[in-house]
């Protein structure tokens, strides 16, 4: 089988961490966000990967190189001159998804993560017989969304409605697919939308179904999201591989601390933390909700919450850093300085407090 996943545009909202690697490559749970599909799609027996690109394909593929001959899956860009859309990659991968077989084959947008339930997908998707298969997402306020109108029974999706104002259901679009490769015949090579001109057109031959995901979901790529996706990632891993989370007297709740990690005496860390590879944390530090990426040092007595520290940064003694603050790679806040929501560029020094949100150039 093969994968397509939708890797697109600059990231821009989760900047500044994407002004250092593309947004596929942003550690999320101490790997890189991109991983966790690729991993959870070989594991269901995916034996391609297609990257549909647009911004810096070479950074990606060098950087996946490593991955390929480790995870034994083959890893290929498709790169787009002009933005194609959501659709358009795929016309433009259509030789390196179709190999004759009639396999259906996977898309995905790079910045959800969930439990990836890719073998019932698969089930779900030979048993009803249609050309596609679209994963749907509960939530609370279907109003913000574009809403898939299904039969609940057998998954046939009737119609789509964009941000409905009265109530029509509330299951959304969640931005994983598998696709019959005549789906391929309905796509021309321009820019164009699979779930605005694509999938209704499926859905009016009433050959569109729908499955419900099982587990959490979160789209990562705003860093709101990315710490709220953290705390749901850490929740399931408590429910199925909890031999993974850290545990001793300094641990509050579901913490992920890299083996090469370096923790302190007298450190409070947790809830909803990763602290990555490399990291030196020192005695009497407070971590909650929060994420620490490769290489960094957090100071003594340091706090940090509702934040993303970036590669090979360091916070100061008695620091405080709060309320979505983000520091891109390699940012060094001095001692006792406060951070309320401040955006960091790369290679900055902070030297005074940062006492309402603004991004520091």
């Not at 579901?254 to 030196?280: K, T, W």
């Amino acid at each position: 089988m093969k994968a397509l996943i939708l890797v697109g545009g600059f990231g821009t909202r989760l900047r500044p961490l994407t002004l250092s690697v593309p947004k596929p490559l942003v550690d999320f749970a101490n790997k890189p966000m991109i991983l966790h599909q690729i991993e959870a799609l070989k594991d269901v027996g995916v034996t391609e990967v297609v990257l549909a690109i647009n911004y810096r394909p070479e950074v990606m593929l060098n950087f996946l190189k490593d991955f390929e001959d480790q995870l034994g899956i083959k890893i290929t860009c498709s790169q787009e001159t002009e933005p194609l859309g959501t659709a358009g990659p795929l016309a433009l991968a259509r030789d390196k998804l179709v190999d004759g077989s009639g396999e259906p084959f996977f898309v995905l947008n790079s910045d959800v993560i969930s439990e990836y339930p890719f073998s019932q997908l698969i089930q779900f998707h030979k048993s009803h017989g249609g050309e596609a298969t679209i994963m749907v997402t509960k939530v609370d306020e279907p109003s913000k969304y574009g809403v898939v109108v299904m039969e609940e029974e057998t998954g046939k999706v009737e119609r789509f409605v964009e941000k409905p104002k009265i109530f029509v259901g509330n299951k959304i679009n969640a931005g994983i697919y598998l696709l019959n490769p005549s789906v391929l015949d309905r796509i021309e090579l321009k820019p164009t939308s699979i779930e605005k001109e694509i999938f209704p057109k499926i859905a009016s031959d009433q050959k569109l179904y729908a499955m419900v995901l099982p587990g959490f979901w979160m789209d990562i790529g705003q860093p709101r999201d990315y710490i709220t996706g953290l705390r749901l990632y850490l929740d399931s891993l408590r429910k199925n591989s909890p031999s993974k989370l850290a545990k001793g007297v300094h641990i509050v709740g579901n913490v992920l601390v890299h083996e090469s990690a370096v923790i302190g005496e007298g450190c409070l860390i947790g809830p909803d933390v990763a602290v990555g590879p490399g990291c030196v944390v020192e005695p009497g530090v407070r971590l909650s909700r929060c994420t620490v990426m490769r290489g960094v040092r957090i100071k003594k007595h340091a706090c940090i919450t509702s934040s993303i520290i970036g590669w090979h940064s360091t916070v100061g003694q008695w620091a405080r850093i709060e309320n979505m603050t983000i520091l891109g790679e390699d940012v060094h806040v001095g001692d006792e300085v406060y951070s309320n929501g401040g955006v960091v560029l790369p290679h900055k020094e902070i030297k005074s407090s940062i006492l309402k949100p603004e991004i520091v150039m």
